[in-house]
């Protein structure tokens, strides 16, 4: 039973909601919202990471902290570029950093962590060749900004997840 209903109450919340939208109760609405709220919860399902151990957990509360910390200054750096913009010229670019991170939990917070930072974004990702493609609002010194990455966050999620 678990195998097909993974997530019952998904399921019929899902098949509820689409019968609610369509305000009707005839049976192709009703087939249709079944059919909704089933593979609904096989795809949650099928999306759910395998579990796995913390294996440094004073190191993940490092890392929050750092982000943390990272987040408050690039904002701040970023609303000073914004706020005055004749100041210096800025180069906005993308930078390509090849990494040494692998598994999948540690890559997503370190997409989590980049989306979140003002002024860099993940921009793509090449698993056949373990590179990451960043843009940056301000790139002064690429290699700077690679060894700066790969030492604050790349080095922690690695102790985190690996």
Excluded at 35 to 41: A, D, K, M, R
Excluded at 105 to 130: E, F, H, Q
Excluded at 149 to 155: D, N
Aim: net charge positive; proline share 5%.
């Amino acid at each position: 039973m678990r195998r097909w209903l993974p997530y019952p109450l998904l399921s019929a919340a899902l098949a509820t909601a689409w019968l609610l939208l369509n305000e009707s109760l005839a049976a192709g609405h009703i087939l249709l919202g079944l059919v909704f709220g089933l593979g609904g919860g096989l795809l949650l399902a099928r999306l759910q990471a395998p579990r796995g151990r913390l294996r440094r957990p004073a190191a993940a509360v490092e890392l929050v902290l750092l982000v943390l910390e990272d987040i408050v200054r690039s904002n701040i750096a970023v609303a000073g570029i914004v706020l005055s913009p004749a100041t210096r010229q800025r180069v906005a670019g993308f930078l390509s950093m090849p990494l040494e991170l692998r598994h999948p939990g540690g890559l997503a917070v370190l997409a989590c962590i980049i989306t979140a930072t003002p002024g860099t974004s993940w921009a793509r990702y090449d698993a056949a060749r373990n590179i990451v493609t960043i843009h940056v609002l301000d790139l002064a010194d690429e290699e700077e900004w690679i060894r700066t990455f790969k030492q604050r966050y790349e080095r922690r999620l690695r102790e985190i997840f690996e």
